[in-house]
């Protein structure tokens, strides 16, 4: 083997081992947050060419936590700018300073891939489905201060990299020797056609499942059981999959994945026929349909003590995947139930609900209609809106603005805490109501 084949050969096993170490720093770095924080590693997975690489874990609950576990695997690697720039500066051999650049050639484009899933997160644009806009989910944090910062370091990093590193001299000096000698490159030509399209191929298959957002076969979710159901033996009477015990107030998160080819039903089910506070009944559905669903999500709700069940419908054939979460139940659960209950119970008044920074904006019985204007809202700064529903009616709430609508209310009784992004112009809130009148109680908090 000449020269200049072994150098491509070098090469194409150097480009793969860094990208194999791009997704160990990525995935280990989630791992390092959650021994950090307390809980344990029940999957790791790198094997970039198969599957998505993530993390999954147990024994994390607290919602700033699970943000710092979720960035973790964006930002801990950037520690290694730094040295990757003094190692250009003084490495010597041209394998290296390629290694080197290589794996750069990863770091700095995450940076501005996390800005742009800020922003759009920001803008309503993407689910949480992503490292990034998981971060923002659990930590309320401003997603377009957070776009900011990451484009700082991505400029930070760069100008590291060309004063400190000398990064423009590496690239340089690596590819003059990839080019080789005169003589050598004719004879070379059609090997290295090969080898580029052998790089580009595997590239675009790890750069696929390094950043898909959704993957059925390994998704990077936080759960302590996993439940996968063979459709097909779903039979009559024989509903019930999975039951379980609450001996406390429980906070938990369902997380599904359905591939059926008939319609099906999964509920969440009372055992003992209480009716569920957010629901008004003793069973709620978590979905409903034919389609295949990668991953659905009924989370962030509290359970009192008792005896529940997950069912799904007979006579169907397919595949069930359920991820269940859960954790002790924090004092805002314990007190959005307890505003749950009074809701039931029809004991809430305006006064019921007291949290610092909002404002009534809306009190008032609705009859039975469709796209009321309630209230009107300035634009500018995002803002916060909490509201809650009284009555045996069913009722929808919409909050629209310029090019955008956010549906606050709709087959449930409350919500607390809910973000909307910025937006130039007035925002309208409207509702619609169904069956019986409703008493509507909506909270504004303007950042």
Not at 202 to 213: E, H, K, Q
Not at 298 to 315: I, M, Q
Not at 343 to 352: D, V
Not at 424 to 437: D, F, H, K, M, T
């Amino acid at each position: 083997m000449s020269k200049t084949a072994a150098r491509l050969v070098a090469s194409a096993a150097v480009a793969l081992g860094v990208v194999f170490l791009h997704a160990l720093v990525h995935e280990g770095s989630h791992a390092l947050t959650v021994f950090l924080c307390g809980g344990t590693v029940t999957e790791f997975q790198v094997n970039f060419l198969k599957h998505s690489p993530h993390i999954s874990y147990t024994g994390v609950s607290d919602p700033m936590q699970k943000a710092l576990i979720s960035l973790g695997g964006s930002a801990l690697p950037l520690v290694l700018i730094l040295p990757l720039a003094l190692v250009l500066r003084r490495a010597r051999s041209t394998l290296v300073q390629g290694a080197s650049l290589l794996f750069l050639a990863g770091l700095l484009p995450s940076m501005l891939v996390s800005a742009v899933v800020a922003l759009s997160y920001g803008l309503g644009a993407v689910q949480p489905s992503e490292d990034v806009a998981k971060f923002l989910l659990h930590s309320g944090a401003n997603p377009f201060a957070t776009a900011g910062a990451f484009l700082s370091l991505f400029v930070a990093a760069l100008v590291l990299l060309l004063k400190v590193g000398r990064a423009r001299e590496a690239c340089r000096q690596v590819i003059q020797v990839l080019r080789g000698a005169p003589q050598e490159r004719r004879q070379m030509l059609w090997g290295r056609v090969f080898t580029a399209v052998l790089l580009v191929a595997v590239g675009a298959v790890a750069f696929r499942n390094a950043i898909s957002w959704q993957s059925p076969d390994g998704p990077a979710l936080t759960y302590h059981t996993r439940l996968d159901v063979d459709l097909a033996e779903i039979g009559p009477g024989a509903n019930a999959f999975y039951t379980f015990q609450v001996q406390e107030p429980t906070r938990y998160d369902f997380v599904y994945s359905v591939d059926a080819q008939s319609e099906i039903t999964l509920r969440l089910v009372d055992l003992q026929g209480k009716p569920f506070a957010f629901s008004g009944s003793d069973s709620m559905v978590m979905f409903q349909g034919t389609r295949t669903q990668p991953l659905g999500y009924f989370t962030g709700f509290t359970l009192r003590e008792g005896n529940y069940a997950l069912e799904v419908s007979p006579g169907s054939a397919g595949s069930l995947t359920v991820y269940i979460d859960s954790g002790a139940a924090e004092p805002e659960d314990l007190w959005f139930l307890q505003l749950l209950e009074e809701l039931s119970a029809g004991t809430f008044t305006a006064q019921s609900y007291q949290e610092e920074g909002y404002e009534l904006v809306y009190e008032g019985e609705l009859s039975v209609g469709r796209d009321e204007l309630l209230a009107t809202v300035p634009g500018g700064p995002g803002r916060m809106v909490s509201a809650f529903a009284a009555g045996s009616g069913d009722v929808s709430l919409v909050y629209s603005a310029p090019g955008e609508i956010h549906t606050l209310l709709e087959g449930t009784r409350a919500t607390m805490g809910r973000w909307l992004p910025p937006h130039e112009g007035r925002g309208e809130l409207r509702a619609s109501v169904q069956n019986a009148p409703v008493t509507l109680y909506i909270y504004i908090r303007l950042d």
